[in-house]
T-cell receptor
Framework: DTGVSQDPRHKITKRGQNVTFRCDPI?????LYWYRQTLGQGPEFLTY????????KSRLLSDRFSAERPKGSFSTLEIQRTEQGDSAMYLC????????????FGPGTRLTVT | AQSVTQPDIHITVSEGASLELRCNYSYGATPYLFWYVQSPGQGLQLLLK??????LVQGIKGFEAEFKRSQSSFNLRKPSVHWSDAAEYFCAVGALAGGTSYGKLTFGQGTILTVHP
């Protein structure tokens, strides 16, 4: 198993453009999480899925953000009409839905909005 | 709402010295706790976890942490620091209800560790 993977690793976009990030979790993990991390801060929870179902969304997740996990495997996070304040590292994690629920993180996608 | 406080933003130690990173949490439900380490530009690596049972937990890379419910603390320790331990360390708390996780983790602000030779 190669762990959690994210694509792309870096994305530079102009304000107002749409961007989409992909996350591939550890294969047997049925929970998948998205977090956002800005410079000097810890990760902040955005949303999570159990299989295909999106179980919780943070108030940080404005209407411009949407996440999907259509087949309960990989997930995508889309940001529409990007703003400079969206510049951050977007982290994906996965876990089992039992045991100690430890979350394993991917390398992140660093988004820069110019 | 749950919260995590890491009082020390930056700690500097000499190689070979002992280390303790502080973490205090606030949560009304039953917590479970983690320490993660992050190198620059990288994702987070799990060091150790407390879920239940023995309050002194061992992790990777020689780290350990002790859960003290009365103090709402989960401090990370290492007896002898190596230069490769220089990184940023995050404490995180999750919540359980009826033995099932709510899912999300709440992270502290992080502590940057610098190691002098």
């Amino acid at each position: 198993d190669t762990g959690v993977s994210q694509d792309p690793r870096h994305k530079i976009t102009k304000r107002g453009q749409n961007v989409t990030f992909r996350c591939d979790p550890i294969s047997e993990h049925n929970r998948l999480y998205w977090y956002r991390q800005t410079l000097g801060q810890g990760p902040e929870f955005l949303t999570y899925f159990q299989n295909e179902a999106q179980l919780e969304k943070s108030r940080l997740l404005s209407d411009r953000f949407s996440a999907e996990r259509p087949k309960g495997s990989f997930s995508t996070l889309e940001i529409q009409r990007t703003e400079q304040g969206d510049s951050a590292m977007y982290l994906c994690a996965s876990s089992l839905d039992r045991g100690s629920y430890e979350q394993y993180f991917g390398p992140g996608t660093r988004l820069t909005v110019t | 709402a749950q919260s995590v406080t890491q009082p020390d933003i930056h700690i500097t130690v000499s190689e070979g010295a002992s280390l303790e990173l502080r973490c205090n949490y606030s949560y009304g439900a039953t917590p479970y706790l983690f320490w993660y380490v992050q190198s620059p530009g990288q994702g987070l690596q799990l060091l150790l976890k407390y879920f239940s049972g023995d309050t002194l937990v061992q992790g990777i890379k020689g780290f350990e942490a002790e859960f003290k419910r009365s103090q709402s603390s989960f401090n990370l320790r290492k007896p002898s620091v190596h230069w490769s331990d220089a990184a940023e360390y995050f404490c995180a708390v999750g919540a359980l209800a009826g033995g099932t996780s709510y899912g999300k983790l709440t992270f502290g602000q992080g502590t940057i560790l610098t190691v002098h030779p």
